[in-house]
């Protein structure tokens, strides 16, 4: 099984960077994925990572460390925009039919 | 291009009632995976299928089944509606069923049972 720890809530100001942690335990791994989430309205993918390191796309950076079990997105220049949920989440392996598990989500409020 | 399509859009039903909720996929895309969203949390994980069969399923009771169709759509039933069965249901298509595939999620449903 899957057990995938985000926190609940970030307050940002607009035009600095917020960066969201997520932390998971898994008993096989796959990747993990980022999905943005407006209120009402569907998730939206963001990023995959599946071997150690940073990928950039953007203002929206992914980070992973599968040793520590450990990921973060780097949100930039943030804009009122950004205000959403965000979402972590982790392929399983085989044994979970490549299972996609999600977190809890990170509400991000973006302030002017 | 058309992303991916559900119906209804909302939908309100008594307890012990039955529900089929409705998935299109984008086109080209052959894996749909339904999910269950309760108001604060992430998506639960319900059924993935891929050309046709059943590749994956959550932990959910047998009240929740569902099916894909020659042309990749696909259909969630729920039978005996319990309150706790009131979330948003969302459809998500990929491309195939490799691990590396995003999934591409529709509006989803928002399911209201009374």
């Known amino acids: 099984g899957q057990n995938i720890d985000q926190p609940t809530e970030m307050t940002a100001t607009e035009g600095a960077i917020v960066q969201i942690n997520c932390t998971y335990q898994?008993?096989?791994?796959?990747?993990l994925f980022w999905y943005q989430q407006h209120a009402g309205e569907a998730p939206t993918f963001l990023s995959y990572?599946?071997?150690?390191g940073l990928e950039e796309k953007g203002r929206f950076s992914s980070f992973l460390s599968r040793s520590k079990g450990y990921s973060y997105l780097l949100l930039k220049e943030l804009q009122m925009k950004d205000s959403a949920s965000y979402l972590c989440a982790v392929r399983g392996g085989i044994l979970d039919d490549y299972k996609l598990s999600f977190g809890a989500g990170t509400t991000v409020t973006v302030r002017a | 291009d058309a992303g991916v399509t559900q119906s209804p859009t909302h939908l309100i039903k008594t307890r012990g009632q039955q529900v089929t909720l409705r998935c299109s996929p984008i086109?080209?895309?052959?894996?749909v995976s339904w999910y269950q969203q309760v108001l604060g949390q992430g998506p639960q994980f319900i059924f993935q299928?891929?050309?046709?069969?059943?590749?994956g399923r959550g932990n959910f009771p047998d009240r929740f089944s569902a099916r894909q169709f020659p042309n990749y759509s696909s259909e969630l039933n729920v039978n005996a509606l319990l309150l706790g069965d009131s979330a948003l249901y969302l459809c998500?298509?990929?491309?195939?069923?490799?691990?590396?595939?995003?999934?591409?999620f529709g509006d989803g449903t928002r399911l209201s049972i009374l």
């Open positions: 086109s080209g895309h052959k894996s």
């Open positions: 998500a298509s990929s491309a195939t069923a490799q691990p590396n595939q995003p999934q591409h």
């Open positions: 990572n599946v071997l150690d």
């Open positions: 898994t008993s096989g791994f796959n990747g």
């Open positions: 299928y891929y050309e046709k069969e059943e590749r």
